[in-house]
């Protein structure tokens, strides 16, 4: 008996160094791509699925969510969000009652490259098939008001989507106003505030601080604007654009070294402000002119 | 009567002695591997996806249970030829049918029921680790004992398949009785198709065939409201009477097929 034991020590040591020295060397060769999605038709998909449709649409969710976070912190420079749309109808065609991939996948596909695909009318369309499915859900027309608001500034179908959003049952009151300031003041920073602000109140932790990023890149924006003046009145006064933050100091604009709301120092080069190379607010929403009503 | 619990007594006992029950081990460490792990990918989903797994793990392993031990109930008697010491008792054959059948459905009433108490178990530990904001947005809370009426309907197709595996097995080798009663099983799920066949053939005498075949042939697919209990959506208590109602018709028309090809089989 011991010397079988030990043989089968000696053998399971023998394969897990031989693990190790095939991980050392890079794995097995790449035969494949991971970005395969072998079954993309969803009437396929849930025809094959039996009776595991909710458990195969909780695997495409971890797919989702693996495939969006992968892509986002991949440094590649040509990186794409192929399978996002894909995985998402799949994950809501097998469980149509996902909420949360209606949800949190709008905002994946709406955000801009490097940070998302940038993808507004795929949101949106995700939204409005989770709206057929649950015609009351206030929460999918509320957000397709955000996407058109946020990532298409279409503030005239923004308000239209808050009010309907706010016609629903269960929608809370400040959907109304909501509606109301977007379209009078769309577009501007203080009814931008009031939006993330209330999708701060979520309690799902990635919307939270999604939203709390968001708050702060407009309070960047603010500070930014602030620096930028500074900067404009020193090239006024002196003739010459501030060569870094020293030449505002010693001219009397500051005080110390400004840091965006994450803490990463701001950037002035050749008078012009901007947030410092590492920050996470990168980068800024770029703010379109409100079009004359 | 009470030969037939004689008989399914002794049938639990042998799954016991055969290790059956070790899938129960294997049920909770993958409910307990998979909630641990999943906190990190699932965007806070962890608690609809241990209700998801869970109950569909409950559903796969009854049904690797009752497959793979329902063929062999006969089967292995026969093979040993321990049949002929046992009918020689007074034992009637349809007491041994239903005596075996019983055994099979007590073990996965076991199976079942433990594997029930664990899942609430992890679901009640997820529970408490999250805050109330969190758990007042999830559409029925974490230990919803609405979840018992899947877990019931779950319970009621392994009665069924049981009674397939068993009849199959009383005529069949347990390979064709095992790839019948799982083929059974899928087409079992492709139900609503058979319905509508005729939506996409032009052949009349094809569409009333598949018609016919939606009648016939047992409806797994009304026994899953997994989803609907996830969801916390509404299932009329007459759904369930009625699709319970149904599955015991079905194991009963079974039953009684299994008794006759089975009185009928010569051993000499």
Redesign the interface.
Known sequence: MKPAAALLVVLMGAVVGLQAVHEGRGGRPSADSPNLLYVRSPEAMQRLALSYEALLADVYWIRTVQHFGGTRRSTDPGKRYDLLYPLLDLTTSLDPLFNIAYQFGSLFLAEPPPGGPGRPELAIALLQKGLQVQPDKWEFAQQIGFVHYWWRKDYTEAAAWFRLAAEMPGAPFWLTSMAAVTLAEGGNRQSSRLLWSEIARSEYEWFHNEAQRRLQQLDALDQIDQLQAAADAFEQRFGREAAAWDDLRRAGYLYGTPADPTGVLYRIASGVVGLGPGSRLFPLPVESARPPQ | MRMIGQVAVNVFKESVRDKVLYNLVAFAVLLIAVSYLLGQ?????DV??IK??GL?AI?TFGLFIAVFIGIGLVWKEVERRSIYSLLSKPVRRSEFILGKYAGLVLTLLVNVSVMTAAFYAVLAYLDTQF?D??R??WPAPATDPGMLRAIGLIFVELMLVTAVALFLSTFSSPFLSAALTFGLW?IG??NT?LRNFEAVVESPAAAYLARGLYYVLPN??AF?I??QV??A?PVEPSYIATTAVYGAVYVAFLLTGAVVVFSRRDFK
């Open positions: 990918l699932t965007a806070g989903q609809k996806i998801d797994l569909a559903a805050s904001s969190v007042a947005a899928v799920h492709f198709d797994f697919a899953d997994k989803a996830v969801h959506l």
